[in-house]
C-alpha cells in the first residue's frame, strides 16, 4: 500500500519560502540549487549534463539559484548565466566573493573584504553571469582585517547602485550578523547545516529569528554522505575536495557511514530515498530554511526537488534527528578552520 505521505513526482509548483523582512525579502523555491558541484568540486563534470541540469531545475519549479565567483575559477558564473541567462526574471540569483584566488590575487589574501574588491568583484560576477545585477550578493567568508560593517557598507552601495537587490552573510558568528544588520539589513545567512552539522542551532539560528533573516544552508546532504549512496571513498577523483575532508578519512568515515545507516532505515520504512529524507528534515526546522543542495546528475535533482513536497509528522522530525545524534559525528567538517571564525 502506497504511503499517501510519499512526495509526487516533482513539478513546477514547488512550495514558496521567504528569506529575509521588509524590503530586504525575497520569495523562493522551498530547496534551491547549490551550483558548486557542477563545475568539478566533486570530480570532474560532464558539461552537456551540467547544462541539462540546470535548466531542469528550472523546469522543476526552482527559483533560488545559489553560485560563487570562486567556483571553477568563475566558470561556475559563465555556466549559469550561459544557460539561465534567457530566463533571468524567473530565478533569484545568488552569488558569492570574497574567496579570491591565492594566485590571482596581488597580497595572496585568502579572504578580501575590503570596499574595493566588494566593487571589482561584483563587475566581475556581473559580467560572467551576463546580467546587470543580482538578487543576493553574500560576502563568502568574513574578512578577519576588514571590520564588517565597511564590507557590509560597500555592499550597501551596491544595492543603492542597483547592481544588487538583497545582501547575504556566509558562515557568520552571530555577533557578526549583528553588526552587519546594523548597516544594512541582511537578507540571508548561509552556513553549513545538515544532520550532521549542527553547530548553527547554538546561535546563529536564534539570531537570524530574531533579525528576521533567512537561512540558507549549504552542504544539507554532508557533501553526499547523507544521500546513503557513499559506500566508500575509493571511487573518489584526485581532485575531489572531499579527498581532504577528516569526516571522510579512514576510520571517522566508517563510523559516519554507520550513523547513515540508521538514517536509511527510516528512509526505506517511509518509502522515500535517504537524501528526500534528509531535506525533508531540514525543511521542518523552520519556514526561514531554505537548503541549496547541489548535484551533477538529473536524477538526483529531481529527487531533491520532490524532498519539497515531503511532509513529516513531528515524531519523525524527532526520530530522524535521533537516527544521527548530535555530536556523534567524528573529525571536523572544514579542512581550514581559519576561514570559520567569523
Known amino acids: 500500500?502506497?504511503?499517501?505521505?510519499?512526495?509526487?513526482?516533482?513539478?513546477?509548483?514547488?512550495?514558496?519560502?521567504?528569506?529575509?523582512?521588509?524590503?530586504?525579502?525575497?520569495?523562493?523555491?522551498?530547496?534551491g540549487f547549490g551550483g558548486m558541484s557542477v563545475t568539478d568540486a566533486y570530480g570532474p563534470a560532464d558539461a552537456a549534463e551540467a547544462e541539462a541540469v540546470l535548466r531542469r531545475a528550472l523546469e522543476l519549479g526552482v527559483t533560488l539559484v545559489d553560485t560563487a565567483d570562486v567556483y571553477g575559477h568563475g566558470r561556475n558564473e559563465e555556466l549559469v548565466g550561459r544557460v539561465l541567462g534567457a530566463h533571468r526574471d524567473e530565478i533569484v540569483l545568488a552569488s558569492k566573493f570574497g574567496l579570491p584566488p591565492a594566485e590571482?590575487?596581488?597580497?595572496?589574501r585568502p579572504v578580501d573584504g575590503r570596499p574595493a574588491y566588494v566593487r571589482a568583484a561584483i563587475d566581475a560576477s556581473l559580467r560572467r553571469l551576463g546580467t546587470d545585477h543580482l538578487d543576493l550578493y553574500y560576502l563568502h567568508r568574513i574578512d578577519p582585517q576588514v571590520p564588517v560593517e565597511e564590507t557590509v557598507g560597500a555592499l550597501a552601495e551596491l544595492v543603492a547602485a542597483g547592481k544588487v537587490r538583497a545582501i547575504g552573510l556566509s558562515e557568520p558568528s552571530a555577533a557578526t550578523v549583528r553588526r552587519a544588520h546594523a548597516v544594512h539589513p541582511v537578507t540571508a545567512v548561509q552556513s553549513e547545516y545538515s544532520l550532521w552539522t549542527r553547530d548553527p542551532e547554538d546561535e546563529v539560528?536564534?539570531?537570524?529569528?530574531?533579525?528576521?533573516?533567512?537561512?540558507?544552508?549549504?552542504?544539507?546532504?554532508?557533501?553526499?554522505?547523507?544521500?546513503?549512496?557513499?559506500?566508500?571513498?575509493?571511487?573518489f577523483a584526485e581532485d575531489d575536495v572531499r579527498r581532504s575532508h577528516a569526516r571522510y578519512a579512514g576510520e571517522a568515515f566508517e563510523h559516519n557511514r554507520g550513523l547513515v545507516r540508521s538514517l536509511e532505515e527510516i528512509a526505506a520504512g517511509r518509502g522515500v530515498t535517504t537524501a528526500q529524507l534528509a531535506l525533508a528534515w531540514l525543511l521542518a526546522q523552520g519556514d526561514d530554511v531554505v537548503p541549496i543542495p547541489g548535484t551533477k546528475r538529473l536524477a538526483y535533482l529531481e529527487q531533491n526537488v520532490a524532498a519539497a513536497s515531503l511532509p513529516l509528522t513531528p515524531d519523525e522530525v524527532a526520530a530522524v534527528g535521533a537516527a544521527i545524534p548530535r555530536g556523534a559525528v567524528q573529525g571536523v567538517r572544514h579542512p581550514q578552520p581559519d576561514l570559520l571564525a567569523g
Open 104 to 108: 590571482g590575487h596581488p597580497d595572496g
Open 1 to 31: 500500500m502506497t504511503d499517501d505521505r510519499t512526495p509526487a513526482a516533482p513539478s513546477n509548483r514547488l512550495p514558496q519560502r521567504t528569506l529575509g523582512s521588509g524590503d530586504a525579502a525575497l520569495t523562493v523555491s522551498a530547496v
Open 205 to 235: 539560528l536564534p539570531t537570524l529569528r530574531e533579525l528576521g533573516i533567512g537561512f540558507v544552508p549549504f552542504s544539507p546532504l554532508g557533501r553526499g554522505i547523507l544521500t546513503g549512496t557513499v559506500d566508500s571513498t575509493d571511487g
